[in-house]
C-alpha cells in the first residue's frame, strides 16, 4: 500500500517552455500533497504543500508563478514549471500523506519515484 | 530554529559488518521522526515513524530507536543491497512540513 507515481520520469525541454508533473496516490486518498526538488548530493527541500480543493502554500524564496501547483483532487496534484530556464533543472520529487477523518493527514509522507527535468 | 543532522555523511561497511547511523534533531516540539531510504536517482521510500522517545522499530536487518534528543539506526549484518543514502526527516507542532537532514550515505562491500 501507499504507492505514489510520477510521470513523467524524464523530461528534456528547451529554455522557456512550460513543462506539467503529475504526481498521483494510487491506493490511497491523500489530503496533502507536498513538491520537493533536489540538487546533486543534496537533500530535498520543500518548495510548497497543498490542500486538496485549495491554493498551495509556498516555501520561502519559491516563486509561486514559477512553480503552479494544482491539487485539484485526491489523488492527483500536478506541477507545471513555467517558461522554464536552465537554473531549473533539477529532480522533482512528489509525496501524499494519508488523509485521515476530519480533514487531518497522518505525518508520515510516501514518495513518488521522483522526475528529472533537464531544461537545455 | 528546528534541525536535523546526520552523521556520519558517508560509511563504508563490509558484508556483515554491524553499525549504527545517527540522526541528532532540535524541533519545537517533535510530532514525529522518520527514516527513509533513497537510492541514486530515486524518490525516498519510507522505512520507519518514531513518535516518542524510548520506542523502537525493527524491518529485517533495520531497527530504529529514539531518544529526546538523537535517533539511531541500526544495521545488523548489512548486504549489498543495503547500499543507500538514509534519510533522516522530523515533523514540528507547526505544520505538516518534514525536516530533512543531508543524509548517510552507507556502501556495503561483499
Known amino acids: 500500500g501507499a504507492v505514489v507515481s510520477q510521470h513523467p520520469s524524464w523530461v528534456i525541454c528547451k529554455s522557456g517552455t512550460s513543462v506539467k508533473i503529475e504526481c498521483r496516490s494510487l491506493?490511497?486518498?491523500?489530503?496533502?500533497m507536498f513538491w520537493y526538488r533536489q540538487f546533486p548530493k543534496q537533500s530535498l527541500m520543500l518548495m510548497a504543500t497543498?490542500?486538496?480543493?485549495?491554493?498551495?502554500?509556498?516555501e520561502q524564496g519559491v516563486e509561486k508563478d514559477k512553480f503552479l501547483i494544482n491539487h485539484a483532487s485526491l489523488t492527483l496534484s500536478t506541477l507545471t514549471v513555467t517558461s522554464a530556464h536552465p537554473e531549473d533543472s533539477s529532480f522533482y520529487i512528489c509525496?501524499?500523506?494519508?488523509?485521515?477523518?476530519?480533514?487531518?493527514?497522518?505525518?508520515?509522507?510516501?514518495f513518488g519515484p521522483g522526475t528529472r527535468l533537464t531544461v537545455l | 530554529e528546528d534541525q536535523v543532522t546526520q552523521s556520519p555523511e558517508a560509511l563504508r561497511l563490509q558484508e556483515g559488518e554491524s553499525s549504527s547511523l545517527n540522526c541528532s534533531y532540535t524541533?519545537?516540539?517533535?510530532?514525529?521522526l522518520f527514516w527513509y531510504r533513497q537510492d541514486p536517482g530515486k524518490g525516498p521510500e519510507f522505512l520507519f515513524t518514531?513518535?516518542?522517545a524510548g520506542e523502537e522499530k525493527e524491518k529485517e536487518r533495520l531497527k530504529a530507536t529514539l531518544t529526546k534528543k538523537e535517533s539511531f539506526l541500526h544495521i545488523t549484518a548489512p548486504k549489498p543491497e543495503d547500499s543507500a543514502t538514509y534519510l533522516c526527516?522530523?515533523?514540528?507542532?507547526?505544520?505538516?512540513?518534514?525536516?530533512f537532514g543531508k543524509g548517510t550515505t552507507l556502501s556495503v562491500s561483499s
Open positions: 509525496s501524499a500523506s494519508y488523509g485521515l477523518a476530519g480533514g487531518w493527514s497522518t505525518d508520515t509522507q510516501y
Open positions: 518514531l513518535y516518542s
Open positions: 526527516a522530523v515533523a514540528n507542532q507547526a505544520g505538516t512540513a518534514l525536516i
Open positions: 524541533v519545537s516540539g517533535l510530532r514525529g
Open positions: 497543498s490542500n486538496e480543493g485549495s491554493k498551495a502554500t509556498y
Open positions: 491506493d490511497f486518498q491523500a489530503t496533502t
